[in-house]
């Protein structure tokens, strides 16, 4: 079983960066891809950017392509989201996830476990 637990929301006005962290706790993260999904309200749950294990790059949704940065650290078993150039259509809550599936997958479905979110509000 894995525990994922996300930090780093906040309020941020339109332009600016916030950080996002997704620590893990019961397993280490090796050998699972891991993603970052988000939920505006009203709205379904969309993928943001997934890495599978052994992928060598990252996929990003086309909203987010150039603005955001996944990345991961191992040995504190804990991934990232670097979000620049936040803009209000990016307020939502930020949920990490990890999956068993050795390929890359965007689709919610296929993620075992999940974080209880952090909240990400961009204001105009």
């Known amino acids: 079983q894995v525990q994922l637990v996300e930090s780093g929301g906040g309020l941020v006005q339109a332009g600016g960066s916030l950080r996002l962290s997704c620590a893990a706790s019961?397993?280490?993260?090796?050998?699972?891809?891991m993603g970052w999904f988000r939920q505006a309200p009203g709205k379904e749950r969309e993928f943001v950017a997934v890495r599978a294990w052994r992928a060598y790059s990252t996929t990003y949704a086309d909203s987010v392509k150039d603005r955001f940065t996944f990345s991961r650290d191992n040995a504190k078993n804990t991934v990232y989201l670097q979000m620049n150039s936040l803009k209000p259509e990016d307020t939502a809550v930020y949920y990490c996830a990890a999956t068993t599936r050795g390929s890359t997958t965007t689709s919610v479905r296929t993620y075992d476990y999940w974080g209880q979110g952090t909240q990400v509000t961009v204001s105009s």
């Open positions: 019961g397993r280490t993260l090796s050998g699972y891809g």
